[in-house]
């Protein structure tokens, strides 16, 4: 048995289960959006698991059933069932082949992550992260006035009456826009901006690398950044090799963190130099497959039943 933990949208999910079925094994979907009964046991072999295989893909085990009358202990018991889910899964990850997790996703820190990469001996780029417009003029001016704001932890997205969403990941922050600020502002994450010739869109499962370069610079909405998608002119995108030095860099980055999935951002620069931006444990790889040909799910699904 191999037990998939998801999201019910998760397309990628869907093509994994596709390809299990397809080799004739049996799969459980976990999705969050669905009440699940759970059970850990310690210490009584009686009642220890017969599973042996789990790919924990999305977001967590949901086991909480539907109560009106929770709602006011609803904190509460989340912060249970959040205790929960970090033991079962550190357990099994003890016990049997676990890839992914809860926990990483739950913990995950950009600054920390940087921090590591520049350790492991990846080039980032100079970070500043102030709630003060000095300390953000003088690094304005450091950069050669040109530098970009992104989230410290996720993106924020506003919905208007029309149901239309409003939000950026990364853009181009200008003098104009520093001028406007109060003395002391919310925190925020600032960096250079790195010129590029492409970013590289890289997807680690186990101890397989699969990398994709991404020609944002031919599209002034993915410039600072190729999530700001443009849907009627998608960049072109294609499969890279990284060098072996950069995918040693990687590997030491995923065993550092205890790590063994995640999705990196890097950019190649202008003047030949990769750059590490950031890891999103649980980042969507669905296109990176589609549009090289890496037939990355088909993969995943013979790993997880070799492990059986």
Known sequence: MIDIISE??????????????????????????NFQDFTIVLGNKKYES??????????????????????????????????????????????????????????????LDLHIAKMVGFNIPSTLITNKKKDLFDFYNICNKKIITKPIKNSLFIQDENHLEFGKH????????????????????????????????VFVFSEKIYSMAIFSQNNVNT????????????????????????????????KYKKIDTGSI???????????????????QFDWLSKNCNYNIEKEIAEILISQI
């Open 265 to 283: 951002d890097i950019i190649f620069s202008t003047n030949n130099k990769y750059f590490f931006l950031e890891n999103n444990p649980q980042g």
């Open 170 to 201: 990364t853009f181009i922050i200008t003098n104009e826009e520093i001028q406007i600020l109060d003395s002391i502002f919310n925190l925020g994450l600032f960096q250079e901006y790195i010129q590029k010739k492409f970013e590289i869109r």
């Open 50 to 111: 017969n599973l042996k295989t789990v790919y924990h893909r999305r977001a967590k085990i949901n086991a909480i059933p539907i109560n009106n009358s929770f709602e006011k202990y609803i904190k509460f018991l989340k912060e249970d069932e959040d205790i929960c889910n970090k033991a079962i899964e550190k357990i099994h990850k003890d016990n049997m082949f676990y890839v992914g997790g809860y926990n990483e996703e739950q913990q995950h820190n950009k600054l």
């Open 8 to 33: 019910e949208g998760d397309k990628t999910t869907n093509n994994i289960i596709e390809w299990i079925l397809y080799y004739k094994n049996v799969v459980n979907r976990i999705n969050f959006e």
């Open 223 to 254: 410039q600072a950044d190729y999530r700001n998608y443009d849907h009627e002119k998608p960049n072109r995108c294609v499969p890279y090799n990284l060098p072996n030095t950069i995918k040693r860099k990687i590997f030491k980055f995923m």
